[in-house]
């Protein structure tokens, strides 16, 4: 049996022997909700309250899904990560389960291999040849003789797997941009030109238009959202994932002969109008940021400084695959020693990079290797109208980047997925599993002991809470338009999710981070197992603001939690549902205020802590361990129902001594607004079991 099969095998058993019981959510909160009369089934939010409230466009089907029942979220979340697990070995899965949660049916697979007759005619003679020809045919441009004397080069002289594998993934190519034709054929040329320029423009150039407050300055945006065929648009990203999916296991079964063959250098290169294909190997090579359709490395240590990303609306379809060897993706020379935040420019890159799809489909794939990936484009597995993938399957890596990275998604997907290793992941915003507008951002990441580093400082991005602090909105965070002060063209958030498997790890950020949401957004962080540490800022470990969803997990480990100003660890303001669930182990809790089970402005704030002797840290004592801030006196917000709940189901656990209704084995009850109707009231409750 192969070896990845044998690894994916283990890890799947491996995931199952650290599963935990489902949690039965109505059994666990019967006892501390009744202390009010309510049930379970009775936390929930008026919809067409909610809906008068919030007005905006385009809610995913997760978000529709979680609103309604908000005490089962641990159910939601469960299904998210185990439709998910199997992705570590088929980035496929993603695609699919990705769109379920935008509320699109895209199951390329469900009768059958939708890429079965390309791999059959990958298998004929001068399969490669005639794939080319169908490649210029489809551009709409005639093969020079020089052009085609260099096809048939490659036809004849290729290694034969190399050979077959090259002409099935240019037969994909041929039909994924037919998908992405569909997808934007609501728009003009000059419309699609138009958006592409400006999805490459610097961070912030992008930021200032989405913030616009002009009649004109966010219209083409607009219509660019409004009018995509998402639909079609993942349908071709599917089927390139799931092309170089298959490509890479066919090349990672080659015998010892052909592994013998690709030791020794050797370089093919052919200029397309769709990019350059460029099949190498045998040596350590360099590779210039160039526009290309697809790079095939077969080993040695190499230096990127492109490859794998879109850098125009010809360059459609960008795919790289490296197969052995400690490779530095970089944007310029100075990154192979110098960190993004000590780049000076940093602000002022532009386009993509390294698995970083813009109206169209990047896929980078990294299958041995110590790696560097460091850009401060947008990229290391991000989509803007696109679908894009960073795939690394071995290796102790850095993943050093700025802002829209590693697993970021705009009207498409983003994802980054690192099957193994003690990693390093590093960002300022808009990263690290990042839901943008109709997008999902997914990190999942195996196995290892990791770091994830949102800097909060130097602030290139001052949050609207503390300027001295970035806006992270990354670690699980789907985040939304909001324009109720603009153009009134409010529109939700997407899906961010970052899932870590197993290790002992690290995580810091600023504001918005490790499961958070903002208007309309669900931000996930799932973590299974490990002693991990968390620190962040203001709306971080488990929080959301204004409509929107913010969840965190981690069933396994003696964990330490740390927020420094305010909303944090199962905490919901205006509308909100903020929880974070905490499995077995002795944790660490140090909280602001709103933190711990509190709601603000008719939220619901939700904490849990199953199992283990924790410690409970306050400094200050005000909306939290379950309790609310009162809201709406003299408006509809006054029947609003706002809940905040906390609940340690056992344990020998410390509170401190200033804190006198809670404690061991004892329940608190508080009334913020207490009305007829327990449905239209706001209120606290706790337990400590």
């Given amino acids: 049996m192969h070896g990845?099969?044998?690894?994916?095998?283990?890890?799947?058993?491996?995931?199952?022997?650290?599963?935990?019981?489902?949690?039965?959510?109505?059994?666990?909160f019967q006892e501390v909700?009744?202390?009010?009369?309510?049930?379970?089934?009775?936390?929930?939010?008026?919809?067409?309250?909610?809906?008068?409230?919030?007005?905006?466009?385009?809610?995913?089907?997760?978000?529709?899904?979680?609103?309604?029942?908000?005490?089962?979220?641990?159910?939601?979340?469960?299904?998210?990560?185990?439709?998910?697990?199997?992705s570590v070995a088929r980035p496929a899965l993603v695609v699919e389960q990705g769109a379920s949660w935008l509320g699109i049916s895209v199951r390329r697979t469900l009768l059958g291999d939708p890429l079965a007759p390309m791999r059959q005619q990958s298998t004929q003679a001068e399969a490669l040849l005639n794939a080319l020809k169908r490649l210029y045919d489809s551009a709409g441009t005639p093969m020079t003789p020089s052009v085609l004397q260099?096809?048939?080069?490659?036809?004849?002289?290729?290694?034969?797997?190399?050979?077959?594998q090259v002409a099935f993934l240019l037969e994909v190519a041929v039909q994924a941009r037919q998908w992405r034709e569909r997808a934007f054929q609501a728009l003009s040329a000059e419309e699609r030109d138009a958006l592409c320029r400006?999805?490459?423009?610097?961070h912030a150039a992008q930021d200032a238009d989405w913030g616009a407050n002009s009649p004109t300055a966010f219209a083409p945006i607009l219509k660019a959202i409004q009018r995509t065929d998402l639909h079609a648009l993942l349908a071709g990203g599917h089927d390139i994932v799931l092309a170089v999916q298959q490509m890479s296991e066919a090349l990672q079964k080659a015998d010892e002969?052909?592994?013998?063959?690709?030791?020794?250098?050797?370089?093919y290169d052919l200029d397309t109008p769709w990019g350059r294909i460029r099949i190498c190997g045998g040596g350590n090579d360099t590779h210039p940021r160039l526009p290309y359709l697809l790079l095939i490395d077969t080993g040695g240590n190499d230096t990127y400084y492109g490859a794998g990303a879109n850098r125009s609306t010809e360059n459609a379809v960008s795919i790289s695959i490296d197969l052995a060897g400690d490779d530095r993706y970089v944007d310029t020379e100075k990154?192979?020693?110098?960190?993004?935040?000590?780049?000076?420019?940093r602000d002022q890159r532009s386009g993509m990079a390294f698995g970083g799809a813009c109206m169209g489909y990047a896929v980078l794939v990294d299958l041995a290797g110590d790696d560097l990936y460091r850009s401060a484009s947008a990229g290391l597995g991000a989509g803007r109208f696109g679908v894009g993938l960073l795939f690394d399957t071995q290796g102790n890596d850095t993943y050093d980047g700025y802002a829209f990275t590693q697993g970021a998604g705009l009207v498409g997907m983003g994802m980054l997925i690192d099957r193994e290793g003690r990693d390093r992941y590093a960002c300022f915003t808009q990263g690290q599993g990042f839901g943008f507008v109709r997008g999902v951002g997914l990190l999942l990441d195996a196995t290892g002991n990791d770091t994830y580093l949102a800097h909060d400082k130097p602030t290139d991005f001052p949050s609207s809470q503390t300027a001295e602090r970035n806006a992270s909105l990354a670690q699980g965070c789907g985040f939304g338009r909001r324009a109720d002060y603009l153009d009134g063209h409010s529109l939700a958030g997407g899906v961010g999710v970052l899932i870590d498997v197993q290790g002992d790890d690290q995580y810091q950020c600023g504001v918005f981070g490790q499961g958070a949401g903002y208007w309309g957004g669900?931000?996930?962080?799932l973590d299974i197992q490990g002693d991990d540490t968390r620190a962040g800022v203001w709306y971080v470990q488990g929080a959301a603001a204004h409509f929107a969803i913010g969840y965190l997990e981690d069933r396994l480990g003696n964990d330490r939690y740390l927020a420094s100003m305010n909303m944090a660890m199962g905490a919901g303001h205006d509308f909100s549902i903020g929880y974070l669930l905490e499995g077995e182990g002795n944790d660490e809790y140090d909280a602001p205020s709103l933190a711990l089970g509190g709601g603000n402005a008719n939220s619901i704030g939700v904490f849990v802590d199953l199992a283990g002797d924790d410690l409970y840290r306050l400094r200050t004592n005000s909306a939290n361990l379950g309790r609310v801030n009162a809201m709406g006196k003299g408006s509809l917000r006054e029947r609003a129902f706002a809940l905040g709940l906390f609940l340690d189901q056992g344990g020998n656990d410390s509170y401190p001594p200033h804190i006198e209704f809670a404690g061991n084995k004892r329940t608190?009850?508080?009334?913020?607004?207490?009305?007829?109707?327990?449905?239209?009231?706001q209120l606290g409750v706790g337990m400590d079991r």
């Fill in 4 to 28: 990845r099969v044998l690894w994916g095998v283990w890890f799947f058993c491996w995931c199952l022997s650290c599963e935990q019981a489902p949690i039965n959510t109505d059994t666990l």
């Fill in 198 to 202: 400006w999805l490459n423009l610097p």
């Fill in 522 to 525: 669900v931000g996930l962080l």
């Fill in 335 to 345: 990154m192979l020693t110098t960190p993004v935040p000590e780049i000076a420019e």
């Fill in 150 to 164: 260099a096809a048939r080069t490659l036809q004849s002289e290729l290694d034969p797997l190399l050979r077959q």
């Fill in 33 to 86: 909700l009744s202390q009010a009369n309510l049930t379970p089934s009775a936390v929930r939010f008026d919809r067409e309250l909610f809906d008068f409230y919030f007005r905006t466009e385009g809610t995913t089907a997760l978000f529709d899904l979680m609103v309604r029942e908000p005490l089962r979220l641990p159910y939601y979340a469960e299904r998210v990560r185990g439709s998910v697990i199997g």
């Fill in 668 to 681: 608190w009850l508080f009334w913020a607004i207490q009305n007829e109707r327990i449905s239209e009231s």
């Fill in 257 to 267: 002969a052909t592994r013998m063959r690709w030791q020794k250098p050797f370089a």
